[in-house]
Structures are given as structure tokens and as C-alpha cells.
């Protein structure tokens, strides 16, 4: 199982999985490739001149250690860069990084005021971008460098935090009820439907006390976290006690 995965609250799913792109894993392993270069670039001037076999073994030595270190530096890389992985989940955004020391950094959905996508021009070619996160707090992931098709990561991060909000604010509207089906052929026309005793007129919501306390609580914190207007709190909150 992924180490994220078992980094989840309950209930909490992952949406969308992302790393940097290949271009990063490339930046990061120059010097490992750089030295497998200078170990080719040695053994064709070894066999293009003429040296005695002490200087051939020293030279053997050097393109052996070159290409071992090249080689080991450049399996570093990339197992650095597989494990850097950007989350998209039903709750928050996160970033991990490290092979045997991890570190994990995330932000809540409902901090997450907007997010910017910076492209250039190799960017809209190759498939990658910046995204700089703008959050309510100063902690947590604030920019995501050389993400790999960041327009489509930023596009699931405001869809996942648009469904959160109208979890938390009760606003997702509710399946109508079923229609009674007939028990049997009506000998007469039907009679006019009477209206319902007060008492039993049935409730339009199913929320109870205790859910109702905790939607306008979770609403209170996005106001006061400033992820929601006083306004968007007032209109959220009488659209709620209208549905009781």
C-alpha cells in the first residue's frame, strides 16, 4: 500500500495522483550522467593514445568509479523523484517527499482561497506547469514546481473543494421522494387529494439536532477562517434552517 495511503483520515479518499516531470528527475541526476560522459570520454582517449599499464589501470579505475557513482547517483534520482507524489483527496492536498525519511505537507481544502498556473511555452508543449497555492494559513504547500499536467491537478483540487463546501454547508440538494404507486383499478374518478393534518406533514430534510449543530458549526469555521464571506455564512445558513 502506498505510504499515503495509509496517511488518510477515515472516510477520506484519494482523486488525483501526480509527480514532477520527467524534465525535474533529469535536472537532479546531471551530475550522474555527467560523470558516465566523462568515463565514455576517457576510454575513447585511452584507446586513442598510447600509455604504459600502470597509467591504463589508473585509468581503468577512474572509469570504473565513474560509471558506478554516475550510475548509483543517477538510482538516487529517481527514487527521489517517485517518491515525491501530489495528492488530490476529498479532504485535503498533500505533498511527500523522501525515500527513507519521509516528509509529509498538506493543506485543507477549505483553506484554499484560489490557486495561480504559470505555463511557459516548453511547459504548454511538454505537459507541465507551476501552481502556486493560495491558502488562508502561512503553513502548508504553497507551490508546486514542474507538476506534471498541472491544469488538470488544479481543475480536480477546486472540483474536490467545491464538493466539500456544499457537504459542509448542507447545500447538496436532496432526491425527491418516490411516487406512491397505485394498489389497484379505480372504479371512480379520484378523489381530490386532502390536505395533510399539520402533524403529519412530512419533513423536507432528515438532518437531526446533531447534524444540524455540526453543519452551522463546520460553516462558522469557514467564516472565520475567511474561506467564506459573513454574507456567503448568513445566505448558507438561512438556506439551511429553511430546509428544517
Not at 546531471?30 to 593514445?49: C, T
Not at 399539520?198 to 472565520?224: G, I, K, Y
Not at 477562517?225 to 429553511?242: N, Q, T
Amino acid at each position: 500500500m502506498p505510504y499515503i495511503d495509509g496517511k488518510l483520515a477515515s472516510g477520506e479518499r484519494p482523486l488525483r495522483r501526480e509527480h514532477q516531470h520527467w524534465f525535474v528527475l533529469v535536472a537532479d541526476a546531471r551530475y550522474g550522467i555527467l560523470a558516465i560522459v566523462a568515463a565514455i570520454v576517457l576510454l575513447i582517449l585511452r584507446g586513442a593514445a598510447r600509455t604504459s599499464g600502470s597509467f591504463d589501470s589508473i585509468i581503468g579505475f577512474v572509469v570504473l568509479a565513474l560509471v558506478v557513482g554516475g550510475l548509483a547517483y543517477i538510482g538516487w534520482q529517481v527514487l527521489r523523484w517517485l517518491n515525491e507524489e501530489f495528492v488530490v483527496t476529498t479532504r485535503r492536498v498533500l505533498q511527500m517527499e523522501g525515500v527513507l525519511n519521509k516528509q509529509l505537507v498538506d493543506s485543507s481544502l477549505e483553506k484554499i482561497n484560489d490557486a495561480i498556473l504559470t505555463q511557459s511555452i516548453f511547459g504548454r508543449i511538454f505537459g507541465f506547469g507551476d501552481l502556486d497555492i493560495l491558502t488562508a494559513s502561512e503553513s502548508g504547500i504553497s507551490r508546486l514546481r514542474m507538476l506534471k499536467d498541472a491544469d488538470g491537478f488544479k481543475r480536480a483540487m477546486l472540483e474536490a473543494k467545491h464538493e466539500l463546501e456544499l457537504e459542509l454547508s448542507g447545500a447538496r440538494p436532496l432526491p425527491s421522494p418516490p411516487l406512491r404507486a397505485s394498489t389497484g383499478p379505480s372504479s371512480g374518478p379520484a378523489p381530490a387529494p386532502s390536505a395533510a393534518p399539520p402533524s403529519e406533514a412530512p419533513r423536507r430534510t432528515e438532518m437531526t439536532p446533531d447534524e444540524l449543530t455540526r453543519t452551522l458549526a463546520s460553516l462558522a469555521d469557514l467564516r472565520d477562517r475567511g474561506a467564506i464571506s459573513p454574507e456567503e455564512y448568513e445566505a448558507k445558513k438561512a438556506d439551511i434552517l429553511r430546509r428544517l
